[in-house]
């Protein structure tokens, strides 16, 4: 048994979901679960379906919301011949209910909305590829991934509830693999009791993957994505950023708390606790070898590089020159909280405390506001935070040249720096 995850990116074109069908053909008679996100930019696209029918503007929700539905007709017409017809059932479905929601007064809050609307993205994309696949002799058995995965009602941020969703698992996905080689499921979505669509939050997609295979005690999963492997730095950043060929699962959360833009680490947990090697593989070059993720300590890892641009540093003072205790603290992650901040780093002195944030411009005027009540408040924005692990000095110095640093935490494997141009 293999999970494989394909993301929006590589079912953004009729050219690319004919080469998600070529790439299946190459594990000929393997028992497969497929998970597979929206197609391009429909999430996005919804979401402004979200946004105008919250603001009571129905027209440009409805005009919006017909835009998205002329693409994935389209596109299933590009594909589609024998199985056309059942497929245009199934989309007129899911967006009949969209269209039946967006014509109502909204009487609840916004996340609730955006779940119910944002959902059936994954559902119209699910349905194309299945239908296509069977038309190119790849049978496949599509289910609602709904009816599987339980969540509570933490709407935009759904928690799973593993023993419904295991119990499910075992009565209406496992079954299956008896007469079928590829099952094929949404990632990201799931549903509450009530039968409501809910939504798992950041990198659902993965994380869906990672529960399906958990449960499913899966060999391994593959995140098939449009990188040739998980690379040491942003190539965008770095152009000559390097592939990883192996990492371990402590290392790819820690990449992941930095910023770097890898695996979650909520999906890394359900494969960690089986011991479920992770591929990260190249959908448009399945043959390279990518990078795998699994329980083994690599060795001689390249500096993994992270750089955070347009950060705020905030800095705090007591007004009494009190010492910074705990009960400020608590009180500083209360508003952080509130305002739904993450600070990137934090370092506390005798009366003092600083954050480095993300520059948000609304929230940063509100956290300023909180805090100006108990604290002396200076904020300086432009910033730059790199964070090395495994760092080398040669490195740290040509990445600091011309830069004035304003903090620094360093341990035998990190060094963090915040800067500045001079």
Same mark, same amino acid.
Request: contains cysteine; hydrophobic residues 40%.
């Given at each position: 048994?293999?999970?494989?995850?394909?993301?929006?990116?590589?079912?953004?074109?009729?050219?690319?979901?004919?080469?998600? *069908?070529?790439?299946?053909?190459?594990?000929?008679?393997?028992?497969?679960?497929?998970?597979?996100?929206?197609?391009?930019?429909?999430?996005?696209?919804?979401?402004?379906?979200?946004?105008?029918?919250?603001?009571?503007?129905?027209?440009? *929700?409805?005009?919006?919301?017909?835009?998205?539905?002329?693409?994935?007709?389209?596109?299933?017409?590009?594909?589609?011949?024998?199985?056309?017809?059942?497929?245009?059932?199934?989309?007129?479905?899911?967006?009949?209910?969209?269209?039946?929601?967006?014509?109502?007064?909204?009487?609840?809050?916004?996340?609730?909305?955006?779940?119910?609307?944002?959902?059936?993205?994954?559902?119209?994309?699910?349905?194309?590829?299945?239908?296509?696949?069977?038309?190119?002799?790849?049978?496949?058995?599509?289910?609602?991934?709904?009816?599987?995965?339980?969540?509570?009602?933490?709407?935009?941020?759904?928690? &799973?509830?593993?023993?419904?969703?295991?119990?499910? &698992?075992?009565?209406?996905?496992?079954?299956?693999?008896?007469?079928?080689?590829?099952?094929?499921?949404?990632?990201?979505?799931?549903?509450?009791?009530?039968?409501?669509?809910?939504?798992?939050?950041?990198?659902?997609?993965?994380?869906?993957? *990672?529960?399906?295979?958990?449960?499913?005690?899966?060999?391994?999963?593959?995140?098939?994505?449009?990188?040739?492997?998980?690379?040491?730095?942003?190539?965008?950043?770095?152009?000559?950023?390097?592939?990883?060929?192996?990492?371990?699962?402590?290392?790819?959360?820690?990449?992941?708390?930095?910023?770097?833009?890898?695996?979650?680490?909520?999906?890394?947990?359900?494969?960690?606790?089986?011991?479920?090697?992770?591929?990260?593989?190249?959908?448009?070059?399945?043959?390279?070898?990518?990078?795998?993720?699994?329980?083994?300590?690599?060795?001689?890892?390249?500096?993994?590089?992270?750089?955070?641009?347009?950060?705020?540093?905030?800095?705090?003072?007591?007004?009494?020159?009190?010492?910074?205790?705990?009960?400020?603290?608590?009180?500083?992650?209360?508003?952080?909280?509130?305002?739904? &901040?993450?600070?990137?780093?934090?370092?506390?002195? *005798?009366?003092?405390?600083?954050?480095?944030?993300?520059?948000?411009?609304?929230?940063?005027?509100?956290?300023?506001?909180?805090?100006?009540?108990?604290?002396?408040?200076?904020?300086?924005?432009?910033?730059?935070?790199?964070?090395?692990?495994?760092?080398?000095?040669?490195?740290?110095?040509?990445?600091?040249?011309?830069?004035?640093?304003?903090?620094?935490?360093?341990?035998?494997?990190?060094?963090?720096?915040?800067?500045?141009?001079?």
């Amino acid at each position: 048994m293999k999970v494989f995850k394909f993301g929006g990116a590589s079912v953004n074109s009729i050219e690319r979901i004919q080469n998600l *069908a070529s790439i299946l053909k190459e594990f000929p008679g393997e028992k497969i679960m497929v998970v597979i996100s929206a197609m391009g930019k429909t999430t996005n696209a919804l979401e402004k379906v979200v946004e105008a029918f919250y603001n009571r503007d129905r027209e440009k *929700a409805s005009q919006l919301l017909q835009k998205i539905k002329y693409q994935h007709a389209g596109t299933a017409k590009d594909l589609l011949s024998v199985h056309y017809i059942s497929c245009e059932a199934k989309l007129i479905e899911f967006f009949a209910k969209a269209e039946s929601l967006i014509n109502e007064k909204p009487v609840r809050h916004h996340d609730y909305y955006y779940d119910q609307v944002v959902c059936i993205g994954e559902l119209l994309s699910t349905s194309i590829i299945s239908a296509y696949l069977e038309e190119t002799g790849i049978h496949n058995h599509w289910i609602d991934v709904r009816e599987i995965f339980c969540t509570d009602n933490n709407f935009r941020d759904a928690r &799973i509830d593993w023993h419904t969703t295991q119990m499910m &698992i075992r009565k209406k996905v496992t079954p299956l693999f008896r007469n079928t080689d590829i099952v094929l499921t949404q990632g990201f979505i799931g549903a509450t009791k009530e039968n409501e669509s809910t939504t798992l939050g950041r990198e659902g997609s993965d994380y869906t993957a *990672a529960v399906f295979a958990n449960m499913l005690d899966a060999k391994q999963v593959f995140i098939w994505k449009d990188v040739e492997a998980v690379m040491n730095a942003d190539p965008k950043q770095f152009p000559d950023a390097e592939p990883i060929a192996e990492l371990n699962y402590n290392e790819v959360i820690e990449m992941a708390y930095y910023g770097a833009q890898v695996i979650h680490p909520k999906t890394i947990k359900p494969l960690q606790n089986k011991n479920i090697p992770l591929s990260v593989k190249c959908f448009l070059q399945p043959s390279l070898a990518g990078t795998v993720i699994q329980d083994h300590i690599p060795e001689n890892l390249p500096p993994i590089i992270v750089l955070k641009e347009n950060q705020v540093m905030l800095c705090l003072e007591t007004k009494d020159f009190s010492f910074i205790g705990e009960h400020h603290l608590i009180g500083l992650y209360k508003i952080f909280e509130k305002l739904k &901040i993450k600070p990137n780093l934090t370092q506390n002195a *005798a009366i003092s405390f600083t954050a480095v944030l993300d520059d948000h411009p609304g929230k940063i005027e509100l956290l300023v506001k909180e805090t100006s009540a108990h604290f002396g408040v200076s904020i300086t924005k432009g910033l730059s935070l790199l964070t090395l692990r495994h760092y080398k000095k040669e490195l740290f110095e040509k990445l600091t040249e011309r830069k004035n640093i304003l903090l620094r935490q360093q341990t035998p494997v990190t060094l963090q720096v915040l800067m500045e141009d001079q």
